[in-house]
């Protein structure tokens, strides 16, 4: 199974304020919503909150937390304990690729395991973030393909999709 991460993530690697993003890209979202349909998505227990504590459709929606028989019990929301067991989950659904999809502190302990990176990097800076993405290690991923976008009157910020790859044989 790939295990890939999928982010949205300033000049500056910022990614989010007040547990909410910062700012409004629907091509972005169409996107994402194209790539992870009917896949396993994995989230922390902060991000599933900043979307209203509520599963987004049409995915396996797994959420990580140390404490996971407080979460909502609902349809389509698989919780999980540690990262091992999200990916065990995922994995169990039979899929070619799982979706990690933030916020802050999983992609920093999923990066080292990450075959793949789908980097939506957004053309402005945000010094007042609270939440970040860490920072690519060019010696661990390439980038294979980069789509730039212009602003427009839909979005405020030009961005440009980038997929990075892990290097053949790249180990953390
Ligand atoms: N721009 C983007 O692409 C993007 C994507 C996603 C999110 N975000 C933003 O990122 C921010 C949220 O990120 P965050 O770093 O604050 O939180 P987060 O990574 O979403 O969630 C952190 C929580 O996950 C659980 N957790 C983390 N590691 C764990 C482990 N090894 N085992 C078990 N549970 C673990 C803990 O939950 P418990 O405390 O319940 O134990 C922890 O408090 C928001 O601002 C959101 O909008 C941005």
Redesign the pocket.
Same mark, same amino acid.
């Given at each position: 199974m790939i295990i890939s991460l !999928? !982010?949205?993530?300033s000049e500056n690697n910022a $990614? *989010?304020? @007040? =547990? #909410? +993003?910062?700012w409004k890209l629907p091509n972005d979202m169409k996107f994402f919503k194209n790539l992870t349909w009917a896949m396993p998505i994995i989230? *922390?227990?902060? /991000?599933?909150e900043?979307m209203g504590s509520k599963p987004l459709p049409g995915r396996f929606n797994i959420v $990580?937390?140390? =404490?996971p028989d407080?979460l909502p019990s609902m349809e389509n929301v698989w919780p #999980? =304990?540690? +990262?091992e067991q999200a990916l065990a989950l995922a994995q169990s659904s039979d899929c070619r690729e799982a979706f990690v $999809? &933030? &916020? &802050? @502190? $999983?992609?920093k302990?999923c990066t080292a395991m990450a075959d793949r990176i789908y980097m /939506?990097r957004v053309h402005a800076s945000y010094p007042d973030a @609270? /939440?970040f993405?860490p920072l690519i290690d060019e010696a661990l991923f390439r980038i294979e393909n980069a789509v730039e976008m212009p602003a427009d009157e839909k979005h405020a910020q030009s961005y440009r999709f980038e997929t990075w790859q892990r290097v053949d044989n790249a180990t953390p």
């Open positions: !999928v !982010v949205a993530a $990614i *989010g304020l @007040d =547990n #909410a +993003l910062l989230m *922390g227990r902060k /991000t599933f900043s $990580i937390s140390r =404490n407080a #999980a =304990n540690s +990262l $999809i &933030g &916020g &802050g @502190d $999983i992609y302990q /939506t @609270d /939440t993405f």
